[in-house]
């Protein structure tokens, strides 16, 4: 028998608490929670050796005995060999042709389970391989669970997002160790409400399985195609709750039994680091929130933040994008008001985000944006749209408040250049990728940052109105088109034309805070240009002072040194 022997390879993730940041942070919109029933999920994936790029595998035909080499995640050494199904389709980035979207944060749990089995199938590797062989969510989970259980499953707690046209889930899951395998739950979320999670396992208690009525169910391969009826929103493995019985984890009874306090207790960190990017999403969107601003600063005692909320307004694909910009403004944690901000209010801490001062310990805080972003996106699918059509991966890369979300289609068969694979890395600068002009930019931003972020914004909505607005008129015209070929033809015109107007416009703007901003100054601008005068001389940039509490610390520090005399 004929064995093919093919290579996925993935991007690299590195995952923990405080030390080195946890990672990634995800928001999930059902079509009742949106303006125009668009499901929606975001994904930033954080880490500091991640590098930005968009992944695209065409969809295929496979031979009867054709095999697919994984190469685990995080050392890219071979982990598994398993079987391709007869087709596999066609993704992009997290999202195939289908809409079948996907993304996910880490949690890690217990000790015991953090690294699974240390065989099998790792959390990267599921997601793109559950998208080549998905077209739905319930489809997805299905997927899921007969790879793990097949091949084992070589992690340990890790939260999805699973969207396609009509429904978003939220599935979370970790390994066994002793065993092959996996133990999780998945939960959909009602129409009209928005989930998130950001490194912490968030499904508590579930619905159990209660006779034909019931909402839950425990999947195995007897009722597997139980995951199809659709009165069902929760589906687990059938030994969710006797695994963690049977390793001393839990002694309860199945109905008070909670998935995240069982896998993944609750710590300080787990708080202030993760569950509070959640608060800071639903906080925005969402009346009542301030009650839960205790349990998002640490406090185990304090009530609880929900698994979903119903958001106060439908939200737009520029709503979800601006969820993932905060820094906690508005919040005890605003990371632009305290001291760590400098004089100009830079809302971000270099590393590391735990400190110690006189034997007590402190902490950064760590918001959705933050600079170590590798690439984010917001993924949208479309109902009442063609596939190929109704699939959008608005992408971007590097901090998610200075990016730029540029519309990749998901019938597209060219990746943009700025975003290719192979083109740069963390280590090999390229002139044409995306990722080190973001970075270029974002990066001088630091210096002097409440003046030059204004910049940015401006140019970063400009663009982003734009594609919206372009977007929404062609696909009202191009959901008439019955040639697919002319169809897709004109999907990547449109994704490449609007990339390429997004590194132009950014190039510009690189250019123009350099001079701008150079020395600490600040040069007049009108219309997009440096103000000069008559005989062509640049007018006296202006030199705004420090705030007066700056100037109060340099006293209070070296005062005597430079007091006038």
């Given at each position: 028998m004929k064995r093919i022997l093919l290579v996925l390879t993935i991007f690299t993730f590195q995952f923990s608490i405080f030390n080195s940041a946890s990672a990634c942070t995800n928001l999930i919109v059902?079509?009742?929670?949106?303006?125009?029933?668009?499901?929606?999920?975001?994904?930033?994936?954080?880490?500091?050796?991640?590098?930005?790029?968009?992944?695209?595998?065409?969809?295929?035909?496979?031979?009867?005995?054709?095999?697919?080499?994984?190469?685990?995640?995080?050392?890219?050494?071979?982990?598994?060999?398993?079987?391709?199904?007869?087709?596999?389709?066609?993704?992009?980035?997290?999202?195939?042709?289908?809409?079948?979207?996907?993304?996910?944060?880490?949690?890690?749990?217990?000790?015991?389970?953090?690294?699974?089995?240390?065989?099998?199938?790792?959390?990267?590797?599921?997601?793109?391989?559950?998208?080549?062989?998905?077209?739905?969510?319930?489809?997805?989970?299905?997927?899921?669970?007969?790879?793990?259980?097949?091949?084992?499953?070589?992690?340990?707690?890790?939260?999805?997002?699973?969207?396609?046209?009509?429904?978003?889930?939220?599935?979370?899951?970790?390994?066994?160790?002793?065993?092959?395998?996996?133990?999780?739950?998945?939960?959909?979320?009602?129409?009209?409400?928005?989930?998130?999670?950001?490194?912490?396992?968030?499904?508590?208690?579930?619905?159990?399985?209660?006779?034909?009525?019931?909402?839950?169910?425990?999947?195995?391969?007897?009722?597997?195609?139980?995951?199809?009826?659709?009165?069902?929103?929760c589906v687990y493995s059938e030994d969710v709750a006797s695994f963690a019985r049977k390793r001393g984890f839990y002694n309860g009874t199945d109905a008070n039994f909670s998935f995240a306090d069982t896998y993944n207790p609750l710590t300080f960190s787990g708080l202030r680091a993760c569950e509070a990017r959640v608060y800071a999403m639903f906080n925005r969107c969402a009346d009542g929130m301030k009650k839960y601003e205790a349990f998002a600063m640490g406090d185990k005692t304090a009530e609880r933040l929900p698994l979903w909320v119903k958001p106060n307004r439908k939200l737009t694909v520029q709503d979800c994008m601006a969820l993932m910009r905060d820094h906690f403004e508005g919040t005890p944690m605003d990371m632009t008001q305290d001291v760590g901000a400098g004089p100009f209010h830079c809302p971000y801490r270099w590393r590391p985000m735990d400190f110690e001062v006189d034997g007590q310990k402190y902490v950064h805080e760590r918001a959705i944006s933050t600079q170590q972003t590798g690439f984010s996106f917001v993924a949208q699918c479309r109902k009442w749209l063609p596939n190929k059509l109704g699939g959008i991966i608005w992408f971007g890369v590097d901090d998610t408040y200075s990016t730029c979300y540029c519309p990749i289609y998901c019938g597209v068969t060219q990746v943009p250049v700025c975003f290719e694979e192979g083109n740069g890395s963390m280590s090999r600068y390229s002139e044409t990728a995306a990722f080190w002009l973001f970075n270029r930019v974002s990066n001088f931003c630091y210096l002097r940052y409440d003046a030059m972020i204004q910049d940015v914004v401006k140019v970063q909505q400009e663009l982003e109105t734009d594609f919206v607005r372009d977007e929404a008129t062609h696909a009202k015209r191009w959901a008439q088109e019955d040639n697919e070929r002319r169809l897709v033809g004109e999907l990547n015109r449109f994704s490449n034309d609007r990339a390429e107007r997004m590194m132009r416009r950014w190039k510009e703007l690189d250019q123009m805070l350099l001079m701008k901003y150079i020395d600490g100054n600040i040069k007049h601008e009108k219309d997009g240009k440096i103000e000069t005068t008559e005989t062509g001389v640049v007018r006296f940039p202006k030199q705004p002072p420090y705030p007066e509490w700056f100037y109060r610390q340099i006293v209070n520090d070296k005062g005597e040194v430079l007091r006038e005399k």
């Open positions: 059902s079509k009742g929670a949106s303006t125009d029933g668009s499901t929606f999920i975001t994904y930033a994936a954080d880490s500091h050796t991640r590098y930005g790029q968009l992944r695209y595998c065409p969809a295929a035909d496979h031979e009867p005995g054709e095999m697919l080499k994984l190469y685990n995640y995080g050392s890219l050494k071979f982990q598994i060999e398993i079987a391709q199904p007869a087709h596999t389709y066609q993704v992009v980035g997290f999202i195939n042709e289908h809409q079948l979207a996907m993304g996910e944060t880490t949690w890690g749990g217990r000790e015991e389970l953090a690294h699974g089995s240390g065989e099998g199938i790792d959390y990267g590797n599921l997601i793109y391989v559950t998208l080549q062989r998905a077209k739905n969510c319930r489809e997805a989970i299905k997927v899921m669970h007969e790879l793990v259980s097949t091949y084992g499953y070589s992690d340990g707690g890790e939260s999805f997002s699973i969207a396609d046209p009509d429904e978003v889930w939220i599935f979370e899951i970790i390994g066994k160790t002793s065993e092959k395998g996996a133990v999780w739950v998945a939960r959909r979320v009602p129409d009209g409400y928005i989930c998130g999670h950001a490194n912490q396992a968030r499904i508590t208690t579930f619905p159990w399985e209660k006779g034909n009525k019931s909402t839950g169910i425990s999947i195995s391969s007897k009722n597997i195609k139980r995951i199809f009826d659709k009165e069902i929103e």
